[in-house]
């Protein structure tokens, strides 16, 4: 830890997501009641938690991605530590949030060779004054030894928050560019904080799979 992140535990100790107590990011015992989805328990179209031989979250639905993964469902405390990250800049809980998902990627070792994160909208990121996937999507691609790689560009869009399912696909259709200058390799691990109903993630896949990707996968900290 740097003298700046040991200046900022001595005046603002970092609190537990569940219970509040200082100390640890999530502690062992709120760690113990967060709903993580255990490897080969999710659906492997949504990442969703399986119930029985099929999943009910993706029944009636197409992705351009091939596979998705997510930590854990969005629930307390996984869901608070998520919002205390990206709506209350509290970027110490990027190394917990950061883990999990990469531990729900270890399956994928070796697969990918890329890894990149979906870049939040100008609005989102001049809101929150960082970008909270960036940091997430570098986590993975250390854990799982690949290039982090910033191949996307957000264009305009409304916000998704609010919106329903059909409006978030029309709302992500076209929200995303790939970078000119960054070479977009064959298989791409595409990173985000939430999946909610994939539109996003779809969004950004379709981009990458127009630019030249054969394969892309995608990545959530929380699915809700």
Known sequence: MDVFGILAEILSPVR??????????LCPVCRSTAHLIQPGAGCQRCGAPLIGASCRECVDRSFAFSSAVCAGLL???LSRAVTLYKDAAERRYAVLLGALLSAACESWRGWPDAVCAVPPSERALAR?????????AGH???ELDVPH???LVAARRADQRGLGRDERRENMAGAFAVHPAVPVPSRVLVVDDVFTTGA??????????????????VAAVARA
């Open 149 to 151: 790689l910033r191949l």
């Open 140 to 142: 993975v691609a250390r």
């Open 200 to 217: 996003t993630l779809d969004g950004a896949t379709r981009a990458l799979l127009a630019a030249g990707a054969l394969e892309v996968r």
């Open 75 to 77: 629930e307390p405390p």
């Open 128 to 136: 929150r004054g960082f970008d909270h996937t960036a940091a997430l």
């Open 16 to 25: 537990c997501a569940g219970c509040g107590l200082p100390g640890a990011t």
